[in-house]
Structures are given as C-alpha cells and as structure tokens.
C-alpha cells in the first residue's frame, strides 16, 4: 500500500465519521507495532494538508517488560517532528508477576488505557487515536458474538465522558494487509512486542478464524464490514 493510498482511506474514515475538528489536539498511542506505526504517518500525512488544523502527540506507554526499548519510536517521532512522550508504568510485572493473572489481556488493556488517557490530558489533548484497522473491527464483532452472544463491535468514535476525551479509530477503512505491504513498502522499523501471551489470545483466534472463513468464502470479511457498517450499532449509522 502506498502513502497516498494511507491518506485516502484515512480521510474517507475522517470525514465519514466526522473525527478531527478544528484545533484538536490529538494524542496517538504508539506501541512501536506495525498499526500504530502506520497510524503514526497516516495522521501525519493528513495534518499537512486537511483542512481542519490539527496537532498530534505521540505517546508510548512502557508497561515494564524488560526487553521494552522505545529507541526506534523516538527516532521516527522526531524524524517526523511530532512530539514524543514516555510514559513508564510498572503494569506487566503487576499483572504476571504479582497477580499471575491466567487471563492477562483484559486487565492489561485496561491499565494501558488508562494510563495513555491519562498522558493525554496531562498534555492537552482532547483525543486519542487508537490504530484499530478494519480487521480488528471484524474480529471484535465475531468475538462478541461467540462470547457475548450479540452482535457488536467497538465504533469509530466513542466520547469518554468520565476523562472528557474523545477516542477515534482513523484507519477503519485499512485492511490488515494493506497495513502489512505499507510496513514492507516503507520498510517501518517496528518494535517486536515482549509480551509472553502475545499470539496466544482470543484475539488471535478470532484473527484465525477470520482468515479460515475468508480463504473457504472469498469477500466474507467485507460482507461482515458491510453488515456492521449498515447496522444499529452505536455510531456506525450512516
């Protein structure tokens, strides 16, 4: 996937769902993994010629694994000339050292937000960009399905009333694939992630079973986007 291509499903996500407006400032969570990294120019990109001004603020948050290092973050951050903040925590040696929690990605998803929202209004901003792609829709949606027995996924744009920060998803409208060719194309320098249940999660299940249904199906995935994006759930309703 090319640059211009990013920014073209970025904007047609942005415009869509109405999520940059004047004078945001807006915070990126970068773990230094392919999808933020991408997300990281995608917005990049969009600032230098969209016409809503807008600032960005990449945050990292550090979750204590010992063989985290944000180097390459930094580098790019400041190649880019975005500011870039560390934001060190000690949440892994708590949630598998501590607690020993068996089922770890709830609880340390939690954490992570909170601390990232936290840096976010510590610096001013009003929004959180999460770099959820349309994969990761598809795959919320047959999680909660399987799970929760209901239909639902996460939505574009969701207002946290209790932070008074608004979180939005620009890279909706990107496959995984394209996220994938964009990393190779541009040759991203990417952080490995050091979690020890990294492969191992529902997630990833989901993520497997998407890919099964689509090899046997062809087009399966984006029939499913179709349903979710012309269905009721919240803030998906053209």
Known sequence: MTLQKLLSLTRKAVDE?????EGDKIAIGVSGGKDSLTMLYALHGLM?????????EAITV??????????????????????????????????????????PCSLCAKMRKGALNNAAKDLGCNKVAYAHH?????????LSLIYEGRFHTFSPKTYLDRMDLTVIRPLLY?????????KNK???DIEKSPCPVDGYTKRQYAKELLKTLTKENPGAKERMFTAIRNSSISGWSK
Not at 64 to 81: M, N, P, T, V, Y
Request: glycine share 2%.
């Open 186 to 188: 541009y040759q991203l």
């Open 17 to 21: 769902f109405q999520l940059i407006e």
């Open 62 to 103: 550090d979750l204590g694994h010992k063989d985290f290092c944000a180097d390459k973050i930094q580098r790019l951050c400041d190649s880019l000339e975005i500011p870039f903040t560390l934001v060190k925590t000690d949440i892994a040696p708590i949630i598998f050292e501590e607690r020993k929690e068996q089922n």
């Open 48 to 56: 230098r010629f969209y016409p809503k001004h807008f600032q960005l």
């Open 134 to 142: 349309k994969d990761d829709v598809v795959e919320t949606m047959l």
């Open 174 to 182: 990107v496959n995984e694939a394209d996220v994938i060719g964009f």
